[in-house]
């Protein structure tokens, strides 16, 4: 049978039949933080991934090819694929449409029969009931055999059966849905971290159409809209990624293969820089806590590029030997495997376990990569090259390390001079404030709370690292009292990188600069650096930066504090009922040095009072990229950021 009369016969047999039912629905409203994460701004976005998800899996079945995202302007959101349409003859376990069990019914659709999808990137997630049990509203539009289907629901519950309201040639789902806005904390959806989802899954599956309309955003005319289609895949996801990087080669290498069943596709090209950046993908969810098939790359490309080095006498005249960490310094990687049952773990879920990965990515690895290496013998050398100068950068980046703990055993407690500490010993009840200049630093220190706040001023502008060899950044001294402070070790043999988290004594480490750009560049800088060499600070959510109020206004005994403009512009018309602003100061804070340390408390430390963002990572890729546009030598691209954002910035003359 040929593939196209299989793809037929999958279309034909794709029915009720193949819809099975794991469990109810009950608890989702109940605990909804449970299912999706949690009931804010992450939590609303998950929503529309898992109806994605479902559009994908029919593209990776083969049956899809576009698939449209709109947001519209009440924040409700439709999704629309052309794919074979959800089945909606009767479910013979259920007595009911297939169509209302997969709408209702958490953790039931096809992909839970292995012959109606070979993988599924959904499986990760609770499905599209979990979507209609969270939404006040949602209905579904089943474009199949011939005709249109509809059914309509309210908080998870249908309002009517199933039912036919039209004819078409056509095949295809749309689902619409209005989030609850009693269940979620807020139901703004972010265009740009939408669009960053379907960029991303775009590069994944070459060949599908994924485009993103925001009715809430008019330009010339037309909502705000983006249209993403790669023809490369992850060739085009690379180039990307490395677009601010200076590259050693002049192609990536391309890696494809399909091992005991599990299809896999691994792009990598090394760079100028000094950071590793390997990103991995299962079914396409970002498994940014690695697993089997990341060990298995890092297994085969170390093997190989040895082996290689080895061969080619490159390695003779080096005193010492090369770690893991060496071939992967300045490495831009994309693994991206299809695994029919994958396993995951970790403390997010996203490690894949499944054993078997990680010999079948290792073999493809090492001959994909050891045939490259034998017929590009110039880039072979330049990439054996570049792994001798990262070896010779650790170990003297380790000679400044042994010094850095060395110094620490001869202080006494190992705390840099500088570092106002608290009293508290519980790393879950303690924060350490980083704080631009001393000025502020003894600000801080005599507004805090000393039983709990800790506090580290900074002189300056802290090194740039991801402009800087490994060894140049432990020697920082500002850096070297970071890590200090935080009591984490600064790195093994093994992995440079690595963090002993059960030694850090902070589980708030709050960033507080100045609301002006150089504090600004400076918050940047630091969060450059913990994304860079301390990821998992950011990963457990330990990582947050303060917000200063931008003005005091005042008016007789009237004292009122504003973090925007609109703020301000709002409170300066309050308190001009009369229709004068006569007797209004306004002061503008340029810098945490001019509260005292009573206004710095009550504005920006007080834990009953303060307003404190947390830094998450949503998107690894992205934010790689960011980080390398803004922070690297490449200032085009840096100063097209600047002016694209420049709306959003308060930019100080």
């Known amino acids: 049978m040929s593939d196209e009369e299989k793809m037929q016969l999958a279309a034909e047999t794709y029915t009720a039949d193949n819809i099975q039912v794991l469990e109810g629905l009950e608890a989702v409203r109940k605990r909804p933080a449970m299912y999706i994460g949690d009931v804010n701004i992450r939590g609303l976005h998950h929503l529309v991934y898992e109806v994605v998800d479902n559009s994908i899996d029919e593209a990776l079945a083969g049956f899809a090819n576009h698939i449209e995202v709109t947001i519209h302007k009440d924040n409700s959101i ?60 949602l209905w579904v539009r089943v474009f199949r055999d011939g005709k249109i289907w509809y059914q309509e629901y309210a908080y998870g519950k249908p309002l009517e059966p199933v039912k036919v309201i039209g004819e078409s040639n056509t095949t295809g789902t749309i689902v619409h849905f209005k989030p609850d806005a009693s269940i979620f904390l807020t139901t703004n959806y972010d265009f740009d971290t939408l669009a960053s989802r379907l960029r991303e899954l775009a590069f ?75 990103h991995s993908y299962v079914n396409n969810i970002n498994t940014h806590e690695g697993g089997t098939h990341l060990a298995g790359f890092r297994r085969g490309l170390t093997r190989t590029l040895k082996a290689y080095a080895e061969r080619s006498g490159m390695l003779k005249n080096l005193k010492f030997d090369i770690a893991g960490d060496d071939f992967r310094e300045g490495l831009t990687a994309i693994i991206s495997v299809k695994v029919a049952e994958p396993q995951f773990e970790g403390q997010t879920k996203t490690k894949l376990g499944n054993n078997e990965v990680m010999g079948v990515v290792d073999q493809l690895v090492s001959e994909a990569l050891n045939n490259y290496l034998e017929e590009h013998p110039k880039e072979a050398r330049t990439i054996v090259n570049k792994v001798i100068l990262a070896a010779t950068a650790r170990h003297a980046a380790r000679k400044a390390r042994e010094l850095v703990q060395r110094k620490n055993v001869l202080s006494g407690s190992g705390l840099p001079g500088k570092l106002a500490d608290c009293s508290e010993r519980d790393p879950a009840l303690a924060e350490l404030f980083l704080v631009e200049g001393d000025s502020a630093g003894g600000t801080a220190k005599q507004g805090r709370d000393r039983r709990f706040q800790a506090i580290l001023p900074l002189r300056g502008k802290i090194l740039n690292v991801e402009k800087a060899m490994q060894h140049k950044i432990f020697e920082s001294e500002e850096i070297k009292n970071i890590f200090t402070a935080l009591g984490v070790s600064i790195g093994t043999e093994e992995d440079s990188k690595a963090l002993n988290l059960e030694k850090l004594r902070y589980h708030k480490i709050i960033i507080m600069t100045d609301a002006d750009v150089d504090g600004s560049h400076i918050a940047t800088l630091i969060l450059t650096f913990f994304f860079r060499y301390m990821k998992e600070l950011i990963e457990n959510g330990y990582v947050y930066i303060a917000t200063p109020p931008l003005y005091l206004i005042k008016k007789g005994n009237i004292e009122r504090y504003c973090w925007t403009e609109e703020e301000r512009a709002a409170i300066v018309n309050e308190l001009s009922k009369d229709g004068s602003d006569k007797g209004i ?65 308060n930019i100080d003359a």
């Not at 074979?84 to 029969?113: C, N, Q, W, Y």
């Not at 060949?207 to 705000?224: A, F, P, Q």
């Not at 040095?593 to 408390?601: K, P, S, T, V, Y």
């Open 78 to 137: 439709t999704v629309k694929d052309n794919g074979r349409g959800i089945p909606v003859d009767i479910h013979e376990k259920e007595k009911r449409s297939a169509l209302e069990v997969v709408m209702t019914v958490l953790h039931a659709g096809g992909k839970f029969d292995k012959g109606s999808y070979k993988v599924s990137g959904g499986l990760h997630g609770v499905g599209v009931s979990c979507v209609n049990a969270l939404s006040e509203q």
């Open 585 to 649: 100061h306004v002061q503008r804070y340029k810098g945490l040095g001019e509260m005292n340390a009573e206004q710095l408390w009550a504005t920006t430390m007080d834990p009953e009072r303060r307003t404190l963002r947390q830094v998450t990572i949503e998107n690894g890729t992205e934010a790689d990229r960011i980080f390398s546009m803004l922070m690297g030598d490449d200032v085009a691209p840096r100063r097209e950021f600047i002016e694209r954002n420049a709306k959003y910035a």
């Open 204 to 278: 994944l599956n070459k060949g599908i159409k994924l485009i993103i309309t925001d009715e809430r955003v008019e330009e010339n005319g037309h909502y705000l809209s983006h249209t993403y289609f790669s023809e490369k895949g992850l060739i085009d996801f690379i180039n990307y990624l490395d677009e601010n990087r200076e590259k050693l080669m002049p192609e990536p290498i391309y890696m494809e293969g399909e091992r005991n069943g599990v299809p896999m596709e691994i792009v990598m090209q090394y760079n100028t820089s000094f950071a590793e950046n390997v």
